[in-house]
């Protein structure tokens, strides 16, 4: 089975830009979260969308949204964007089974803003 | 809320030797607990996860990690590594309540390295 894809992989962008981030979770997943990974701040939880809701936030302005499509797709998008928003974004899908809520991780996209 | 605390930010031992990676936790909640591995240039890889049942949870390439509700700890170990275990581990906890399943807390990592 496929794992988790990301696209793209490698992003330079310009400050003030708007940006968005594609995730293809493994096949069946319904849930898929996103998180942004820098060297100061680790890695963060930034939302968890299923069955096309959102359904947990993270505490990140509103300039970072996401969506999630009918075939669990989702993408995520940052306007708008600061020079602080430099990191590895990182996408995960689960089963969303009781005892089945493990994550798994895509490669990332690795955005770079100037 | 949840924060997770990785006790060391980097561990430097020898090919073959024994190692355990530290982590604890603190909660208001029961939690879930995660060890990922993420490699140079990589996303995450599950290596073992605590769900519930058994305290000592065994994982790939010959981790294990043992469950301490008192001392909320979930320490990672390999009684022997090799050069391959470079990398950095990130330990993650999330809230067991439904809605809040999918969002992980990670720890800062530990770096991993394995000298020769």
């Known amino acids: 089975k496929a794992g988790v894809t990301q696209t793209p992989r490698y992003l330079i962008k310009t400050r003030g830009q708007q940006v968005t981030l594609s995730c293809s979770p493994i096949s069946g997943h319904r849930s898929v979260s996103w998180y942004q990974q820098t060297p100061g701040q680790g890695l963060q939880f930034l939302f968890e969308y299923f069955s096309e809701t959102q359904r947990n936030k993270g505490n990140f302005p509103g300039r970072f949204s996401g969506r999630q499509f009918s075939n669990s797709r989702s993408e995520m998008n940052v306007s708008t964007l600061e020079l602080g928003d430099s990191a590895l974004y990182l996408c995960a899908s689960s089963l969303d089974q009781p005892g089945r809520n493990e994550q798994y991780f895509g490669p990332g996209t690795r955005l770079t803003v100037t | 809320a949840q924060s997770v605390t990785q006790l060391d930010s980097q561990v430097p031992v020898f090919e073959e030797a024994p190692v355990e990676l530290r982590c604890n936790y603190s909660s208001s909640v029961s939690v879930y607990l995660f060890w990922y591995v993420q490699y140079p240039n990589q996303g995450l890889q599950l290596l073992l996860k605590?769900?519930?049942?058994?305290?000592l949870v065994k994982g790939i390439n010959g981790f294990e990690a043992e469950f301490n509700k008192s001392q909320t700890s979930f320490h990672l170990r390999k009684p022997s590594v090799h050069i391959s275990d470079t990398a950095e581990y990130f330990c993650?906890?999330?809230?067991?309540?439904?809605?809040?399943?999918?969002?992980?807390?990670f720890g800062k990592g530990t770096l991993l390295t394995v000298n020769p």
């Open positions: 993650a906890v999330s809230d067991r309540s439904g809605g809040s399943n999918y969002k992980l807390t």
């Open positions: 605590y769900l519930s049942g058994s305290t």
